[in-house]
């Protein structure tokens, strides 16, 4: 947005205009959140991530009240226009035109951009509601372009801090709690979602100094799925990626919550394994059935391949081995088809030039099982 806005007396450019909105919604919802108690308050409590309620916090959670015009009308006292809130996405217009909030009667999380600027928020309702809903795209608003904690977590990054990419906002809390409980130097940062973006990936590089990232994404089938696509950006941009495997049925928040949960997560953040080796074998379970024949084998072999592709080079001569026990071939073979695969993934990077910027890489579909 290159056009000036006027508000307050202040002549400011656009995309400061839409920041300085954003800054201010950020104050209005922690407020709503720290002045009196209520659902938002007894969840957090009950999670166990009330060191968030803290004035002194360096995570601005907030409340979004259960109002249709609660922040409309508090920036609007602040000499902020109706324009300047719909091009924030900070409210919307109703079919009958009324100007109301975007967020009602959410937990407020802010998402930061490249500059660590608040620039959306992802809303976490209750009951019958969406889950998460996010701000919709704006001139400096795009999902796939930011990251909730960035900007929390930010000094920890730059000191080396390992980060850990979880799902939800409220992961990212749990990481935070456990990181401060233990000393261990975890940042915790939330997607908001289970797609990762290349842009995503280079915007937490970006800030990040550690070469090493962990994901905890959710304990169950969809979870590892979403880890396992994660592996494509991140292996371009960290030189290790590390998988958190939790329990069945459980995210980094429920987990730090539940009987035991402090060391229960902790255990899983510290005795993380390689992702691509979680990938693998989540691949290799999936032939499981037509192991018995060498046709079989050889196709399972070149399903995995292209994640092998991925590993640190100095891993890589193991892994040949390690697949040659497993499926029951030999060395020279499972090397000649790395090395054809190998081929594969530079050609198709090669293309990629004129790809989507968002695309990953896949390995082979698995067998009609």
């Given at each position: 947005?290159?056009?000036?806005?006027?508000?307050?007396?202040?002549?400011?450019?656009?995309?400061?205009?839409?920041?300085?909105?954003?800054?201010?919604?950020?104050?209005?919802?922690?407020?709503?959140?720290?002045?009196?108690?209520?659902?938002?308050?007894?969840?957090?409590?009950?999670?166990?991530?009330?060191h968030v309620l803290a004035w002194n916090s360096s995570w601005p959670v907030g409340y979004a009240p259960d109002a249709w015009s609660g922040l409309i009308d508090h920036l609007r006292r602040k000499g902020f226009d109706d324009k300047v809130m719909l091009d924030a996405g900070l409210a919307k217009v109703t079919h009958n035109g009324y100007v109301i909030d975007q967020f009602k009667d959410r937990l407020m999380f802010v998402a930061h951009d490249r500059a660590a600027d608040g620039v959306g928020f992802v809303g976490r309702g209750r009951g019958q509601l969406v889950r998460y809903l996010n701000t919709p795209t704006t001139p400096i608003y795009e999902k796939s372009k930011t990251l909730v904690g960035l900007g929390e977590q930010r000094k920890l990054l730059t000191r080396g801090g390992i980060p850990v990419l979880v799902e939800g906002p409220t992961d990212a809390l749990a990481v935070d709690r456990i990181s401060r409980l233990t000393r261990c130097g975890w940042a915790g940062i939330a997607v908001a979602g289970t797609r990762l973006s290349v842009e995503q990936s280079n915007l937490l590089k970006h800030n990040a100094t550690s070469d090493i990232v962990i994901v905890a994404t959710d304990g169950d089938a969809a979870g590892r799925s979403a880890a396992i696509r994660w592996l494509g950006p991140l292996s371009a941009t960290f030189r290790e990626v590390l998988c958190a495997e939790l329990p069945a049925g459980h995210d980094p928040s429920s987990l730090f919550a539940s009987e035991y949960g402090a060391d229960r997560l902790s255990r899983a953040l510290s005795f993380a394994r390689p992702l691509v080796d979680v990938a693998i074998d989540t691949e290799l379970s999936r032939w499981s059935r037509v192991l018995d024949h060498i046709s079989g084998r050889v196709s399972a072999l070149r399903a995995v391949l292209p994640l092998v592709t991925k590993m640190p080079k100095d891993r890589v001569a193991a892994e040949v081995i390690r697949l040659s026990r497993l499926l029951q071939l030999d060395e020279q073979t499972v090397s000649r088809e790395l090395l054809t695969a190998v081929s594969a993934v530079s050609r198709h990077r090669a293309q990629a030039v004129t790809a989507s910027p968002n695309a990953v890489d896949h390995p082979p579909p698995s067998p009609d099982l």
């Amino acid at each position: 947005m290159d056009a000036t806005i006027s508000a307050g007396g202040r002549a400011v450019s656009g995309r400061a205009k839409l920041i300085e909105a954003h800054r201010e919604a950020a104050a209005f919802y922690r407020r709503a959140l720290l002045s009196k108690p209520g659902w938002p308050v007894e969840y957090l409590r009950a999670r166990r991530l009330d060191h968030v309620l803290a004035w002194n916090s360096s995570w601005p959670v907030g409340y979004a009240p259960d109002a249709w015009s609660g922040l409309i009308d508090h920036l609007r006292r602040k000499g902020f226009d109706d324009k300047v809130m719909l091009d924030a996405g900070l409210a919307k217009v109703t079919h009958n035109g009324y100007v109301i909030d975007q967020f009602k009667d959410r937990l407020m999380f802010v998402a930061h951009d490249r500059a660590a600027d608040g620039v959306g928020f992802v809303g976490r309702g209750r009951g019958q509601l969406v889950r998460y809903l996010n701000t919709p795209t704006t001139p400096i608003y795009e999902k796939s372009k930011t990251l909730v904690g960035l900007g929390e977590q930010r000094k920890l990054l730059t000191r080396g801090g390992i980060p850990v990419l979880v799902e939800g906002p409220t992961d990212a809390l749990a990481v935070d709690r456990i990181s401060r409980l233990t000393r261990c130097g975890w940042a915790g940062i939330a997607v908001a979602g289970t797609r990762l973006s290349v842009e995503q990936s280079n915007l937490l590089k970006h800030n990040a100094t550690s070469d090493i990232v962990i994901v905890a994404t959710d304990g169950d089938a969809a979870g590892r799925s979403a880890a396992i696509r994660w592996l494509g950006p991140l292996s371009a941009t960290f030189r290790e990626v590390l998988c958190a495997e939790l329990p069945a049925g459980h995210d980094p928040s429920s987990l730090f919550a539940s009987e035991y949960g402090a060391d229960r997560l902790s255990r899983a953040l510290s005795f993380a394994r390689p992702l691509v080796d979680v990938a693998i074998d989540t691949e290799l379970s999936r032939w499981s059935r037509v192991l018995d024949h060498i046709s079989g084998r050889v196709s399972a072999l070149r399903a995995v391949l292209p994640l092998v592709t991925k590993m640190p080079k100095d891993r890589v001569a193991a892994e040949v081995i390690r697949l040659s026990r497993l499926l029951q071939l030999d060395e020279q073979t499972v090397s000649r088809e790395l090395l054809t695969a190998v081929s594969a993934v530079s050609r198709h990077r090669a293309q990629a030039v004129t790809a989507s910027p968002n695309a990953v890489d896949h390995p082979p579909p698995s067998p009609d099982l």
